[in-house]
């Protein structure tokens, strides 16, 4: 499984629909669950973003689909990163 931090920022659409209904955040992450998205931690960030995601994947294709979808509604913007642990990624160097 791989992971990623995911940036997201809100249009003025979907601003305006957290602002009326914030339970439309979790409901998001429920149909990201379809795509095999597990959300593991979700902050308000204050800033250049709107919400910091740590998501876990089973499917980085699977991902791909997610984050266009997503993006294609018009209600937010995303920025993904996939983050490796640092332990896993010393393992991975130390390897020849």
Request: no cysteine; proline share 2%.
């Amino acid at each position: 499984m791989a992971k990623f931090v995911v940036l997201s920022r809100l249009t003025d659409e979907g601003a305006k629909t957290v602002f009326e209904r914030p339970e439309r955040i979790k409901e998001v992450n429920k149909e990201l669950e379809s795509y095999g998205v597990k959300v593991l931690e979700q902050y308000v960030v204050f800033g250049d973003y709107d919400f910091l995601n740590i998501v876990e994947v089973e499917d980085v294709n699977k991902f791909l689909k997610a984050m266009l979808d997503l993006n294609r509604r018009g209600t937010i913007r995303t920025t993904s990163y996939l983050i490796i642990p640092v332990d896993e990624a010393i393992e991975t160097l130390k390897k020849k």
